[in-house]
DNA sequence: TCGGACCTATTGGAAAAACCAATGAACCAC
DNA sequence: GTGGTTCATTGGTTTTTCCAATAGGTCCGA
């Protein structure tokens, strides 16, 4: 059975007639009635009485057409579905972060811009997101680390500088600024070894020629920060990542340009695919806007 | 949306890949591929995750699958239904008659053959079954007499003699034969004008010379059968419509040929459908072993 | 009862779609 | 690696769909 055929059989039935049909289908006349006739010839049967210019559903026609309309009715529902996903009214993207601090603007602007779009968050280091996108098991993700992978795409988003937080007794507490040779030989509490931000800090007293003294390493952001509030070294962390303490004090660096970048990934073969390619057309938004606002 | 689109798609995620879908189809793989692609392109979704060699549905796509299933399913019914009724294992016929005597033998054999079709039969004049044959509310009838309408098709059945029948007491009541000229200027009780057997014996008795008396006319069969049997005449009946009576006795007419025709007709436009053409092919069947028997 | 309006059926040819064979590229199991 | 399997791409062919023109019929009102 030809769906064309059925499409045509279900117009001339709903509309009374076959010139009814072609105008409601945008086909001509004798593509209905040659349709209905293939239908009719194919499964031998008898759909319409047609009597003169009347045409009156036979008991056969009657079956066919309860069944019909609720095939039409389906791929109108199948039509709407795919429209309103395709629409972005509907939809599921999965977000990978490494910590909420980037990614919690983003997903505030995409859901104001999509409602219709329910959003998950998994978090995890950089390793474990660069391995969930290529498995699938989230859509995009905002990192700091630039994976080196041709098979994952990647758009900067934004620079934020890292600053040194120290306790209130420590030497820096009533300082604004430092220079960089200030630090050496300081006892400091970094993250663990893939930490994006410790490899630029790391990177630039390195260059500066100043050595410190890792006193610690832990593998958590709040774990460092309670460290320092009691006193067991200093810190070093992403300005946007910074919680205020009240025991705690930040302290910028004046004469080195360390900074951290947050990028935006996703799989390279699905950077088109709609929800994607809103979500990172989102993020150009904001990175645009927030750069004139900063002229 | 079109419909090869979907069914290439329902294939796919019901088959678990585009190779398996195309066997399945009984297509080649880069048909369902572009069938697949086209759907995904027009509305901008993803229907699938393509990971190297294994396909999975994403979530817009297992909302589709769910609605195209349902639409898949409803296709498979349409067709069966179709099948069923073209494959005459379902469906309803109409037939009309003027009496049971011809259509009963008919009636029986087709229900033997086809017991999935509903038979209904209506019993009228013959002008009443013109009129419902043209009108669509029988599909075939059975008559004695013949229609002169070239919208309506005929096809001879059965010949039946005519036979007189006569009370106990009548002169003829011991009689197995009797010759034409011998009926002249009896009492006889006739059909209404329009009978079909009326006409088949008055025209014989004109051509052979012989009058009668026509004491009544009677528009029922089993009204003349009464009023035979109270002595009030003789009357004249097609054979296969006599019904025996303790004071009745029937009568052969030697020299003349009277008899009356049944006929099959209906609708000539409609002497292909499937149902009617079945009917007439059950009738010629019917009357060829008829044939056959009676060498 | 006659003609205009309207409807379905038919036909031949044009446009569009579905389709395939061949081939490429990526993946997986051995 | 290597062969077997799978999806993607390309071009050209076959099939389907479609239309314009037209015929033949019914219906309705003058």
């Known amino acids: 059975m030809n769906h064309t055929q059925l499409r045509s059989f279900h117009a001339v039935a709903a509309e009374g007639g076959f010139t ?17 006739k293939a239908l009719e010839r194919h499964f031998d049967v008898e759909l319409f009485h047609r009597r003169g210019r009347r045409v009156i559903l ?46 919690t603007e983003m997903l505030s602007a995409f859901r104001d811009r999509y409602p219709g779009i329910k959003l998950s968050v ?13 498995d699938y098991s989230v859509d995009v993700a905002v990192l700091a680390h630039v994976e080196d992978d041709p098979r994952i795409y990647t758009m ?6 890292v600053v040194v937080f120290v306790n209130k007794s420590h030497r820096f507490a009533k300082r604004r600024r430092i220079r960089l040779a200030e630090m050496e030989g300081e006892h400091m509490v970094l993250r663990e070894l893939g930490s994006t931000t410790r490899l630029a800090f790391e990177t630039a007293i390195r260059e500066a020629g100043v050595t410190i003294d890792p006193v610690m ?3 958590s952001r709040e774990a460092v920060w309670l460290a320092v509030a009691r006193g067991i070294g200093i810190g070093v962390v992403s ?5 205020p303490h009240p025991d705690l004090h930040t302290v910028e660096v004046v004469d080195a340009d360390i900074y951290t970048t947050a990028h935006v990934n996703c799989l390279a073969e699905r ?4 929800l994607i390619r809103a979500f990172f ?15």
């Open 156 to 161: 900067p988003y934004s620079r934020h500088p």
């Open 122 to 134: 998994t978090v995890g280091n950089s390793m474990e997101m660069a391995e969930r996108i290529l």
């Open 58 to 103: 036979t008991e056969t026609g009657r079956v066919l057409f309860r069944i019909a309309q609720r095939i039409i009715s389906l791929e109108a529902e199948a039509e709407d579905s795919l429209n309103t996903y395709g629409g972005l009214q509907a939809g599921h993207l999965h977000v990978g972060a490494v910590g909420p601090y980037h990614a």
């Open 239 to 243: 300005d946007i990542e910074y919680i």
């Open 271 to 274: 950077r088109d695919a709609r």
């Open 217 to 219: 390493a832990i593998g």
């Open 20 to 36: 009814a049909a072609s105008r409601v289908l945008n086909v001509g006349q004798p593509t209905i009635t040659s349709q209905v």
């Open 281 to 295: 057309d989102m993020a150009e938004d904001l990175k645009t806007r927030r750069n004139v606002a900063s002229i």
